[in-house]
């Protein structure tokens, strides 16, 4: 069964600590992109990969790390030092350069600052 | 930078009316605009992908226009269901390197009542 899987759904985190948030896909898919989503809004990236040990800086990078050591995943660190992280997250894959492709979206994490 | 801006951004319905959901965007330079459902709490899914040579797309009840050159799209859903209340996400595409960046719109939040 091909998809892509986030966990966990829901996560809380303290002030001050980093978190991570994974991201699987098993569609053989080259690209892979993190996405947050504030209430009421749209989707806004953070940062894509299009090959492993790559990755690139999307709209809002600042607070955020990633890293691509396999196809299949892609995780996001939230740092510290994201002021206002709390935010429903989403991890997207596609192919690379099939421009009539759509991206494939996770179920997402929901991310709570306590 | 590309902006879309998705109008209205809530819409209440009864059961039967059909409804035109309204998306544009300011550069005209796309490959491709796509529409996409999000449920609350959950990841998008792709409904309708219109590559840039296209004037529309439909899938059952759903039929998307483009009007590139003035920076337009409508999705439009026939006799409405109680099962089609959702958020509706616009998309376009980036013309860069990667191929299949998306800068999405804001939503509609789409409530159809029995």
């Known amino acids: 069964d091909g998809g892509i899987t986030q966990s966990p759904k829901y996560l809380f985190r303290k002030e001050g600590q980093n978190v991570t948030l994974s991201c699987e896909q098993n569609?053989?898919?080259?690209?892979m992109y993190w996405y947050r989503q504030d209430p009421g809004q749209g989707l806004r990236l953070i940062y894509y990969s299009q090959i492993v040990n790559d990755f690139q800086k999307g709209d809002i990078a600042e607070g955020y790390s990633v890293s691509r050591e396999k196809k299949e995943s892609f995780p996001l660190t939230v740092t510290s030092a994201q002021k206002n992280p709390t935010a429903f997250y989403l991890c997207?894959?596609?192919?690379?350069?099939?421009?009539?492709?759509?991206?494939?979206f996770g179920p997402g994490t929901r991310l709570t600052v306590l | 930078k590309q902006e879309v801006t998705q109008i209205p951004a809530a819409l209440s319905v009864p059961e039967g009316e059909n409804l035109v959901l309204n998306c544009s965007f300011t550069?005209?330079?796309?490959?491709?605009l796509q529409w996409f459902r999000q449920d609350p709490g959950k990841g998008l899914t792709s409904l309708l992908l219109i590559q840039s040579s296209q004037r529309e797309q439909t899938s059952g009840r759903l039929n998307a226009s483009l009007d590139k050159s003035s920076g337009r799209s409508t999705l439009y859903i026939a006799a409405s269901q109680p099962g089609d209340s959702a958020t509706y996400l616009c998309?376009?595409?980036?013309?860069?390197?990667?191929?299949?960046?998306?800068?999405f719109g804001g939503g509609t939040r789409l409530m159809v009542k029995p």
């Open positions: 998309a376009v595409s980036k013309p860069d390197n990667a191929g299949n960046m998306l800068t």
């Open positions: 550069d005209s330079a796309i490959y491709n």
């Open positions: 997207a894959s596609s192919t690379l350069g099939a421009l009539t492709d759509t991206q494939y």
């Open positions: 569609l053989n898919h080259d690209a």
